[in-house]
């Protein structure tokens, strides 16, 4: 702070008003103002009127560093295994009383389910979501009092995830001098030891997801949570009847007919899925029981068979037995079945 | 805060001179800043003191004041000093509901406690201490070598 007191005498009516400053209308008043304080003093000797006099002090209003990150996007992002560009949205404000620059870094954090890939940072173009358009960044540029900028968190996530897996990460702010357009300036450090002329610095973020108050960083977290269809397939067999027992206690004997139950099964919690295709090379002791054809989207038994509830669909083909099912919800499971002879 | 310090003598006893010379003048003035800082004294409390600021912030209160001292040989009568409070500042608090302020911009004066400020709406409410744009202060009357001091509490915009 640079300080100065002043002692003047004054012919009444001159305009103090001069020696004061506008105030700014920022988050705080800004850097470098000069606050003069004036008090004009009128008074009597022996019953006469005396000259005015005035005193006034003045000093420097310093730098206050200050600055947030904050989560936009929900507290966990949902992706699927092997989804690109999934984006958290953070807000990156300067609430300082001058204008800096904020060096950003996306951390992932040790001790969570898994690590997301190509994580990226880019600068919003305005719609909060991620086109492939925006521009990729390292820090925030000039960012003036109290203005808040947008900015994408990007990252793949790799196929081999399994349902509710989560990965954690963390985007800090790091305080930069914003002296020079186009560059990230030095870090900002409080101004130690005593007081001097120029405007000095006062660091007073505060303390973020992994990082203390007042140090010049702050960071906010965010999350990846995997939702995926967790399918298990179950495909069991029993004969129909045979040509000596019919359907009573028929024996797996040439001639006899035999239905294959294929059950896909969604387990509860899971992403449903969607665009299940199931193929069955049938071999070649077998011939396909046309006149039954393939019945899907049934239910299972609960004991590994199939109910007599599916519909017709799916295709027969060079020997394989193919249908697709309808979409999948956790919980609920679905069923292809057909029936063939033994030859 | 306080009004008015008086304390006759103390500046000549501590032997401290007025800030300056002021030819021609018997009152001597002498403007300051007083920055809080707040210290947790080893028995847990916490407790204010005034310190000469270092640093100066958006948020931190201030004491505004002017010390007066009449070194002259003769009675200083009727001393009335004024004071705009600075934009970049507002008024903390005021102890004394008696104070002489003024809300309007020095348009007029009277006691804190009797300013009322009137809203968009055109409903009035009685004056907060941010409202306040001027300070005044009168002194009956002040003592060869008496001197004294008038302060208020600000915060930073």
């Given at each position: 702070?640079?300080?100065?007191?002043?002692?003047?005498?004054?012919?009444?009516?001159?305009?103090?008003?001069?020696?004061?400053?506008?105030?700014?209308?920022?988050?705080?008043?800004?850097?470098?103002?000069?606050?003069?304080?004036?008090?004009?003093?009128?008074?009597?000797?022996?019953?006469?009127?005396?000259?005015?006099?005035?005193?006034?002090?003045?000093?420097?209003?310093?730098?206050?560093?200050?600055?947030?990150?904050?989560?936009?996007?929900?507290?966990?992002?949902?992706?699927?295994?092997?989804?690109?560009?999934?984006?958290?949205?953070?807000?990156?404000?300067?609430?300082?009383?001058?204008?800096?620059?904020?060096?950003?870094?996306?951390?992932?954090?040790?001790?969570?389910?898994?690590?997301?890939?190509?994580?990226?940072?880019?600068?919003?173009?305005?719609?909060?979501?991620?086109?492939?358009?925006?521009?990729?960044?390292?820090?925030?540029?000039?960012?003036?009092?109290?203005?808040?900028?947008?900015?994408?968190?990007?990252?793949?996530?790799?196929?081999?995830?399994?349902?509710?897996?989560?990965?954690?990460?963390?985007?800090?702010?790091?305080?930069?001098?914003?002296?020079?357009?186009?560059?990230?300036?030095?870090?900002?450090?409080?101004?130690?030891?005593?007081?001097?002329?120029?405007?000095?610095?006062?660091?007073?973020?505060?303390?973020?997801?992994?990082?203390?108050?007042?140090?010049?960083?702050?960071?906010?977290?965010?999350?990846?949570?995997?939702?995926?269809?967790?399918?298990?397939?179950?495909?069991?067999?029993?004969?129909?009847?045979?040509?000596?027992?019919?359907?009573?206690?028929?024996?797996?004997?040439?001639?006899?007919?035999?239905?294959?139950?294929?059950?896909?099964?969604?387990?509860?919690?899971?992403?449903?899925?969607?665009?299940?295709?199931?193929?069955?090379?049938?071999?070649?002791?077998?011939?396909?029981?046309?006149?039954?054809?393939?019945?899907?989207?049934?239910?299972?038994?609960?004991?590994?068979?199939?109910?007599?509830?599916?519909?017709?669909?799916?295709?027969?083909?060079?020997?394989?037995?193919?249908?697709?099912?309808?979409?999948?919800?956790?919980?609920?499971?679905?069923?292809?079945?057909?029936?063939?002879?033994?030859? | 805060m306080r009004?008015?310090?008086?304390?006759?003598?103390?500046?000549?006893?501590?032997?401290?001179?007025?800030?300056?010379?002021?030819?021609?003048?018997?009152?001597?003035?002498?403007?300051?800043?007083?920055?809080e800082?707040?210290?947790?004294?080893?028995?847990?409390?916490?407790?204010?003191?005034?310190?000469?600021?270092?640093?100066?912030?958006?948020?931190?209160r201030?004491v505004?004041?002017?010390?007066?001292?009449?070194?002259?040989?003769?009675?200083?009568?009727?001393?009335?000093?004024?004071?705009?409070?600075?934009?970049?500042?507002r008024v903390a608090e005021v102890a004394d509901p008696?104070q002489?302020?003024?809300?309007?911009?020095?348009?007029?004066?009277?006691?804190f406690?009797?300013?009322?400020?009137?809203?968009?709406?055109?409903?009035?409410?009685?004056?907060s201490p941010a409202?306040i744009?001027?300070?005044?202060?009168?002194?009956?009357?002040?003592?060869?070598?008496?001197?004294?001091?008038?302060?208020f509490l600000v915060i930073?915009?």
């Open positions: 702070m640079n300080r100065r007191s002043t002692l003047a005498a004054l012919a009444a009516g001159t305009a103090m008003v001069a020696l004061q400053t506008a105030p700014a209308v920022a988050e705080g008043t800004t850097a470098g103002t000069t606050i003069t304080n004036t008090a004009t003093v009128d008074y009597r000797v022996g019953g006469v009127d005396q000259t005015e006099i005035v005193a006034s002090d003045s000093f420097d209003v310093d730098r206050k560093v200050n600055f947030l990150v904050t989560r936009v996007s929900a507290p966990t992002t949902t992706v699927v295994p092997g989804q690109t560009n999934a984006v958290i949205a953070f807000d990156v404000t300067n609430l300082s009383n001058a204008a800096i620059d904020l060096a950003l870094a996306a951390a992932q954090v040790s001790g969570d389910d898994f690590n997301v890939n190509n994580v990226a940072i880019y600068l919003d173009d305005g719609n909060g979501t991620f086109e492939g358009t925006e521009t990729a960044i390292t820090y925030l540029d000039e960012i003036a009092e109290d203005a808040t900028v947008r900015v994408l968190v990007v990252a793949d996530v790799a196929l081999t995830h399994n349902n509710g897996e989560i990965a954690d990460l963390v985007l800090s702010a790091t305080a930069r001098e914003g002296a020079t357009p186009g560059a990230a300036g030095s870090v900002i450090a409080s101004s130690s030891g005593a007081n001097s002329a120029a405007v000095e610095t006062v660091l007073a973020d505060g303390a973020g997801a992994d990082d203390g108050a007042s140090d010049g960083v702050f960071g906010a977290s965010g999350s990846y949570t995997v939702s995926a269809a967790t399918l298990e397939v179950t495909k069991t067999s029993r004969v129909i009847s045979d040509t000596v027992n019919a359907a009573t206690n028929p024996k797996a004997i040439p001639g006899a007919t035999i239905e294959y139950c294929v059950l896909v099964d969604n387990a509860p919690g899971s992403a449903t899925a969607t665009n299940v295709t199931i193929t069955d090379p049938l071999p070649g002791d077998l011939t396909f029981d046309s006149t039954f054809g393939i019945r899907i989207n049934g239910t299972g038994d609960g004991a590994g068979n199939c109910n007599q509830d599916g519909t017709a669909g799916g295709s027969f083909s060079a020997g394989t037995v193919s249908g697709t099912l309808s979409d999948i919800a956790a919980g609920e499971a679905r069923t292809l079945y057909f029936r063939a002879t033994i030859n | 009004k008015v310090l008086f304390s006759v003598g103390l500046y000549l006893s501590l032997g401290l001179a007025p800030a300056a010379a002021q030819p021609g003048s018997p009152v001597q003035l002498e403007g300051y800043v007083k920055r800082q707040v210290v947790i004294d080893p028995s847990g409390e916490r407790r204010s003191e005034w310190v000469d600021p270092a640093t100066v912030v958006p948020g931190d201030l505004m004041g002017t010390r007066y001292i009449n070194d002259g040989t003769g009675v200083i009568e009727n001393l009335v000093v004024s004071n705009p409070v600075p934009p970049p500042v008696a002489i302020v003024s809300v309007d911009g020095g348009r007029s004066f009277g006691a406690a009797d300013q009322t400020m009137r809203g968009a709406d055109g409903t009035a409410r009685p004056a409202d744009t001027h300070f005044r202060w009168t002194i009956p009357a002040v003592a060869p070598g008496g001197s004294g001091a008038v302060e930073v915009r």
